[in-house]
């Protein structure tokens, strides 16, 4: 999963950016309205973390117009605010949730969870293919009886098959869901993560279509 982490603050972004890429996100970060308008027209993302109190264009007129243009990516967003008209303020705006710093950053990666399972594509929390259970919650891969040890970037690749089992993904695809802003489109390394993922999940659960990308058997 991609997500976009607006905030101003150095110390603050970075320490989230390190936290969630910890936890199998790719981040691509932006320090003000206008990078962040910048970054949601030019990528596909499946979260925005999101602070009001932003340089130029603020948190709340940023969430405006994702929304004007029908944007259906979940917004949570971050302040130091913590009256119910700011509260109220964030959710007319279109914000889908609102979390007051400073927080638990555990509190923030269980409410990204359940921001991102409200998508009917992915409604549930265990996912199952073959003999390989994935659990989205724990970040956990079962396969058989026995937990399958991953790295995060691996985990990650294969939620993002699983969340798509039975269509062909392609390689751009891929890097857009699963990596950030620093993927060189020329390596290989889609493949390389994908040969580690067959060694350790089943080589038959991943197919692979010459110049079209990967696909998780259902």
């Known amino acids: 999963m991609r997500l976009l982490v607006v905030e101003d603050d150095p110390r603050l ?10 936890n199998g ?7 003000d309205g206008g990078a962040a308008l910048e970054h949601l027209h030019n990528n596909e993302y499946d979260a925005v973390v999101l602070d009001v109190m932003i340089p130029g264009i603020d948190g709340m007129e940023v969430c405006r117009r994702l929304r004007a243009e029908r944007a259906a990516v979940p917004v949570l967003m971050l302040t ?4 119910l008209d700011d509260r109220v303020r964030g959710l007319d705006a279109g914000a889908d949730d609102y979390l007051t710093k400073p927080f638990a950053f555990a509190e923030l990666l269980a409410r990204l969870r359940a921001l991102m ?14 003999e390989v259970e994935i659990d989205t919650r724990g970040h956990r891969v079962i396969r058989g009886q ?3 040890p991953l790295t995060s970037k691996e985990y990650a690749l294969l939620e993002y098959l699983a969340r798509n089992a039975g269509r062909v993904v392609g390689r751009e695809e891929i890097a857009e869901h699963v990596w950030d802003e620093r993927y060189d489109p020329f390596s290989n390394v889609i493949d390389v993560y994908v040969n580690r993922l067959r060694k350790k999940v089943g080589s038959a659960l991943i197919v692979t279509r010459r110049s079209e990308g990967y696909m998780l058997r259902p």
């Open 146 to 148: 026995s937990e399958v």
């Open 117 to 130: 399972r409200r998508g009917p594509a992915i409604a549930d929390s265990v996912i199952r293919a073959g």
């Open 13 to 22: 972004s970075a320490v989230l950016a390190r936290g969630l890429r910890e």
């Open 80 to 83: 130091a605010r913590d009256s």
């Open 25 to 31: 996100y790719a981040v691509d970060r932006a320090a």
